[in-house]
């Protein structure tokens, strides 16, 4: 998909609260969670057009003082992100969004619903 905008109220808490502690993941997941460390972010973006929202690591910077997002979505020239806490999204170049993930490892969390036909 070019697009992908998820909903926010869906999100399971451990994404709300952004962590990185992948024994929570491990925890709360099981065999669902994903660890996509290493991942592009084009990698990444098929499992948020397939609806699941993805956590990110960030360098700690004024405009990431928490060192980590959300991504909740995306179109044909940006991520749709979200802050730990917040409740509104927004937009941060996909060049711009590619070259910050990678500056920070590519450390990427997510989980996996399977869905039965």
Do not use: K
Request: net charge negative; charged share 20%; hydrophobic share 40%.
């Amino acid at each position: 998909a070019t697009t992908a905008r998820l909903n926010l109220e869906e999100f399971p808490d451990i994404v709300n609260q952004a962590s990185l502690d992948v024994s929570q993941w491990e925890t709360m997941f099981g065999d669902n969670f994903l660890d996509l460390s290493g991942c592009s972010l084009d990698a990444v973006l098929y499992y948020v057009s397939e609806g699941t929202p993805v956590v990110a690591q960030t360098p700690v910077s004024e405009d990431f003082p928490e060192g980590v997002v959300i991504i909740a979505g995306y179109d044909e020239y940006n991520t749709i992100l979200l802050r730990p806490g917040q409740t509104e999204t927004f937009y941060w170049g996909l060049q711009d969004s590619t070259a910050l993930f990678e500056e920070a490892g590519n450390i990427f969390l997510t989980y996996w619903d399977h869905i039965s036909d």
